[in-house]
């Protein structure tokens, strides 16, 4: 029972390190003005970055209006971008479409999941402002408990050193 309780305390207490960290960077990422930003991270990505390219690849922004004039959408419909190595598209349809861009703006794919739109709307927050509450206060949640569970853990840990030290000395 001993091993099992330690085992759980360190697997805990290096889980809690990476819960922490997750949670205190998701909140700065939904929360921009906590990092002196304006505005809150929801809506359309990628303004900024015309004019980068690099060895061949067009910006975020050049790819996705270049995929558009091949009339695979149009950029009236364009929801959120984002930039995983291709850059991914979701457009502002009610059958969820995601557009995959390769950098040189070529479409590479067009598929529609209702399912996996609703998922991710309600992963970054996009359902609405009770949406984005609930997920400022998860995310505040788990920092306090995370926090809490890592300065109770090292309270037990000192305490186990001390009653070893304790009986070494005994």
């Known amino acids: 029972m001993k091993k099992t309780r330690n ?3 360190w697997i805990g ?3 809690s390190v990476f819960l922490l960290l997750e949670a205190t960077t998701g909140l700065l990422l939904t929360e ?5 930003m304006k505005g809150h991270s929801h809506g359309a990505h990628g303004e900024g970055d015309h004019a ?3 060895h061949g690849k067009l ?3 050049d790819a996705v209006k270049k ?3 091949s009339g695979a959408f149009s950029m009236d419909e364009v929801g959120v971008v984002m930039n995983h190595g291709m850059y991914m598209v979701r457009l502002n349809d009610d059958k969820g479409t995601l557009v995959t861009i390769a950098p040189d703006g070529t479409v590479v794919s067009k598929e529609a999941n209702a399912f996996s739109s609703f998922v991710r709307s309600v992963h970054v927050g996009s359902l609405g402002i009770w949406n984005r ?3 400022d206060a998860v ?3 788990i920092i306090i408990l995370t926090g809490t569970g890592i300065y109770l853990s090292a309270k037990i840990l000192r305490a186990q050193a001390k009653a070893k030290q304790r009986r070494l000395t005994a």
Do not use: Q
């Open 7 to 9: 085992l759980h305390l």
């Open 13 to 15: 207490l290096i889980c």
């Open 32 to 36: 921009r003005w906590l990092m002196g």
């Open 52 to 54: 980068h390219h690099h």
């Open 59 to 61: 910006s975020m922004i």
């Open 67 to 69: 995929a558009s004039k």
């Open 133 to 135: 509450i609930m997920i």
């Open 139 to 141: 995310a505040i949640s």
